[in-house]
């Protein structure tokens, strides 16, 4: 069972930046892909981001050209660099891993949250 543990979170004003940290412990196997998902409240869990194992690194629209996703090469570790955020950004932040697709994430954090501000 792959764990996931996120840091990083925390409270930063509108047009500030974060940096949150996922670290992944006690793999089965090769993880093919990791990825950044978010939730905010009363809302549907929204995407954020995606890497796969052969480097390839996809980006929600809400995030493109403020967000930058960077893992290791072990896929042990990966982070999301937020920047310009948005009172929009505000959501729990969750890191996932997939086994086999980026379709479906089998392993999942615990969840960090991001509050922006006015």
């Known amino acids: 069972q792959v764990q996931l543990v996120e840091s990083g979170g925390g409270s930063v004003q509108a047009g500030g930046s974060l940096r949150l940290s996922c670290a992944a412990s006690?793999?089965?196997?090769?993880?093919?892909?990791m990825s950044w998902f978010r939730q905010a409240p009363g809302k549907e869990r929204e995407w954020v981001a995606s890497h796969k194992i052969h480097g390839k690194t996809d980006y929600a629209d809400s995030g493109k050209g403020r967000f930058a996703s960077s893992r290791d090469r072990a896929m042990n570790t990966l982070s999301l660099q937020m920047n310009s955020l948005k009172l929009e950004d505000t959501a729990m932040y969750y890191c996932a891993a997939a086994m086999r697709t980026c379709a479906t994430h089998d392993y999942w954090g615990q969840g960090i949250q991001v509050t922006v501000s006015s």
């Open positions: 006690r793999s089965p196997g090769r993880i093919y892909c």
